[in-house]
């Protein structure tokens, strides 16, 4: 209640440069504006999507300084005038894509994709005035926001439509993952693709979201998983999470979709790409991301006559995830203080890293 309407100043670790080491520092946090909530970030990863900011890969869109990170869990400092379903205390997950449920999108029946705040990573300032609400300690110079979360900070500003409750019952630690890759690779399996008992699945990337799917095709009952990944350091990790058969592209004299051809005597009913690459993609779909490639998938439209689809998958959040069917401690494979939070990067940069949880 001290802080609540006050500037706070904190630490974060702010990108000032594109490849350039994050710089921790205190900065000043605003309070929340009309229909905004200051969260207090208590546990937060790093995916490759913060990755790819870090390197600024894509050059328009970048923006310095900036306040990377959009997996985490916090609870909420306070709340701006028009919030009424949060209040202070309140066990939350910010998510990068969320929904004012107003627009026309919002109202139609199985649309997710927000018109006012789906994923936009162009995006650097919030919605409501066009202005940030984090800014330099020293000078008080405006500090970029990042896909509607920015959470490498101990505080943080979200328009409320991009702030889920959760169950205080459950462990913020735990609840974290599911704001991203756990939720996008098991929502593939359970709400999109909606695998069947005893059918039969590959995955083209066993990182946290290719493995989130194999977690969510073993609890759905399929009879077989097919891991495909270049590097074999991930193959144990994907035994625990039900993946019975391992192709390293590398080692195969066959394409991949011809190696899975043999395994599975005709090809699989489900097949998911998760590494992000046009060409796993490609062999994923002969088998039946946000790609930063410029590349176009090459198809050809008979090839669509055989039954075969390609449907995009966003993070849902699921109760179900937390009664027992999925094993959420698979996923942290690091965990480290925020004041290392370069040690996480470079961890993830190498492949030695699935989810490095960060406590702040």
């Known amino acids: 209640m001290e802080t609540q309407g006050k500037v706070i100043t904190c630490r974060a670790a702010v990108a000032w440069g ?4 994050l710089v921790m520092e205190d900065v000043k946090v605003d309070p929340p504006q009309r229909l905004e909530v200051r969260l207090r970030i208590l546990f937060t990863s790093i995916c490759h999507t913060d990755l790819s900011a870090w390197k600024g890969e894509n050059e328009a869109q970048q923006a310095y300084p900036r306040i990377l990170g959009h997996e985490a869990a916090g609870i909420v400092e306070s709340v701006g ?3 009424e379903d949060m209040k202070a205390g309140d066990h939350v997950l910010p998510i990068f894509t969320g929904e004012c449920g107003d627009c026309r999108v919002c109202k139609r029946d199985g649309a997710n994709l927000c018109e006012r705040f789906r994923v936009d990573p162009m995006k650097k300032v919030m919605v409501g005035d066009g202005k940030t609400r984090f800014f330099t300690s020293k000078d008080n110079k405006p500090i970029y926001h990042f896909l509607n979360t920015s959470t490498f900070s101990e505080y943080t500003v979200v328009d409320s439509a991009c702030v889920v409750k959760v169950d205080p019952r459950f462990p913020l630690e735990k609840m974290s993952l599911l704001s991203c890759g756990v939720s996008t690779g ?5 709400n999109v693709a909606d695998i069947q008992p005893g ?4 995955i083209f990337g066993l990182g946290a979201v290719g493995l989130a799917v194999a977690e969510g095709a073993r609890a759905k009952g399929a009879s077989k998983i097919i891991g495909i990944d270049v590097n ?3 193959f144990p990790l994907g035994r625990e999470a039900g993946i019975s058969e391992f192709i390293n592209p590398k080692e195969s004299d066959k394409t991949v979709h011809e190696r899975v051809m043999e395994i599975t005597e ?10 992000g690459r046009i060409e796993a993609l490609r062999e994923a779909f002969l088998l039946l991301g946000v790609h930063a490639s410029p590349q176009l998938l090459p198809i050809h439209p008979m090839e669509l006559f055989q039954g075969r689809s390609i449907t995009a998958s966003l993070p849902l959040l699921f109760t179900q995830c937390l009664q027992g069917q999925l094993n959420l401690d698979l996923f942290i494979s690091h965990q480290l203080p925020f004041s290392d939070i370069n ?14 949880l960060l406590r702040l």
């Open 18 to 21: 594109a490849g350039e080491a």
């Open 81 to 83: 005038e028009g919030v």
């Open 186 to 190: 098991v929502g593939a399996a359970w």
């Open 199 to 202: 059918s039969t699945v590959a």
């Open 232 to 234: 074999p350091n991930k």
């Open 266 to 275: 005709g090809g699989v009913e489900y097949s998911f790409e998760c590494a």
């Open 343 to 356: 040690e996480a990067m470079q961890l993830l940069h190498q492949g030695k890293a699935l989810r490095c």
